[in-house]
């Protein structure tokens, strides 16, 4: 029997990587709960495992008094003294306990006791493990849906892919072998609840650093990542390494690194963007494949007018505005894309309100707020519409009729 104690504490702790010590002194508690369970709280019990003997011993200790008044806390001095003719009062006397004769509710409670403590510690084990990995790719089994998500099997644990966190185009089935991104580890009361992506940005960035050793080793600096997850996506990368071409090695020979990257992704298509520390040139490298003719830089609002050819707008914008938005996802910039017939125009129509407005002696700005941008709404504008421009009197409107008049025919 006591060799079988000791056989089921060292199988425990190698099976589920739990320290012996730590079984031991949960085993240990969990008899002194059921002793007390039987015996009540004012029992004062010691309980250890002893090594040698590979057993666990109950010591109950007892005070020498003149008179018992609780036999479970005291014992008389004429009875001390049959254990021990040197005792007296106020000393303290052990006497060892049958663990046995704890009887079935007791036993039965000591090992819901140790079932418990073991969950506690390995699941501490399985946080401290997970914890640690926040940021890590890991493989997982689809094993259930439930109202927040997906649950994947890792093994010695699950965790959630929650809705919001998987690739819209990517269908799941029970079964199925799936790499997920750890984002996070929450303590729950239930055990440690991993959190994981495959839609997060960070998830791509990792692929990055797994799939080109120059991106693993520092050489080549991830900046930025915009996704449209399962659709497209943008990297920006630079290195100090002039003779390391940071587009190319992305990319691998015929394109084996990137190809590997897309793949896992189901399709997903990568622009790789070479970052600048000036924001044009970058806007302009972050808006390929289009082709730009011009950037104008507002750094107070962070917002960039660039100009395309009237042919380059479509690449510029991109299906559904999917290109210019993941370039201002990547920069942290508003982007305003025109053509350059169309930026003439706003040009020429700015050029004749700032005219009409030193007629009027108005500011420009009460002409845009009241709506008008072109020459053509104000010509078309009744009385009663012009004077929702702040500030222009009925007795400016003659003037500002024959202002547009003359502009029309200059």
């Not at 003997?53 to 008179?67: C, D």
């Not at 990055?208 to 080549?220: K, L």
């Not at 129509?349 to 009027?360: I, M, P, R, S, T």
């Not at 053509?376 to 519409?385: P, V």
Request: with cysteine; glycine share 6%; proline share 3%.
């Amino acid at each position: 029997m006591n060799l079988e104690l000791k056989k089921v504490l060292d199988q425990i702790s190698k099976d589920k990587g739990i320290d012996r010590d730590l079984l031991i002194d949960t085993l240990e508690e969990a008899v002194r709960v059921s002793v007390i369970k039987k015996y009540g709280e004012d029992i004062d019990v010691e309980v250890s495992f002893n090594e040698e003997t590979n057993e666990i011993e109950v010591y109950q200790f007892k005070t020498v008094v003149e008179k018992v008044e609780n036999p479970l806390t005291e014992i008389s001095l004429e009875e001390a003294k049959k254990h021990d003719e040197n005792v007296q009062l106020d000393d303290e006397l052990g006497f060892k306990l049958n663990v046995e004769d704890l009887g079935r509710i007791a036993a039965q409670s000591a090992k819901q006791i140790i079932i418990q403590r073991m969950r506690d510690a390995e699941q501490e084990i399985i946080y401290e493990e997970y914890k640690d990995k926040i940021g890590d790719i890991v493989s997982g089994i689809i094993q259930r849906r439930d109202k927040h998500g997906w649950i994947i099997n890792l093994g010695r644990t699950e965790a959630l892919l929650p809705k919001d966190e998987v690739i819209p185009t990517e269908k799941y089935t029970r079964g199925d072998r799936i790499q997920v991104y750890i984002i996070d580890v929450k303590k729950e009361g239930r055990g440690p609840q991993i959190i994981v992506s495959r839609s997060h940005p960070d998830y791509l960035k990792a692929l990055f650093y797994r799939e080109v050793p120059e991106v693993a080793d520092g050489i080549i600096k991830i900046m930025g990542v915009a996704r449209d997850p399962g659709k497209r996506a943008k990297v920006a990368v630079m290195t100090q390494d002039l003779d390391v071409d940071p587009v190319g090695a992305c990319v691998g020979v015929r394109g084996s690194r990137i190809h590997s990257i897309i793949s896992e992704l189901k399709g997903e298509r990568i622009d790789i963007v070479i970052w600048s520390p000036d924001i044009a040139t970058y806007a302009a490298n972050a808006l390929s494949p289009a082709r730009i003719s011009k950037i104008f830089v507002d750094e107070e609002e962070k917002v960039l007018e660039v100009i395309v050819p009237d042919d380059q707008l479509t690449p510029a914008i991109g299906q559904k505005g999917q290109n210019v938005k993941l370039a201002s996802r990547l920069l942290g910039w508003k982007i305003d894309v025109y053509t350059e017939t169309r930026y003439h125009q706003i040009n020429e129509d700015h050029k004749a309100l700032e005219q009409l407005a030193n007629v009027v002696e108005l500011p420009v700005q009460n002409f845009l707020n009241a709506g008008f941008e072109k020459l053509e709404s104000l010509e078309q504008a009744s009385d009663q519409e012009l004077l929702a421009i702040e500030g222009l009197e009925p007795a400016k409107i003659s003037d500002l009729r024959s202002a547009i008049n003359l502009l029309k025919t200059s």
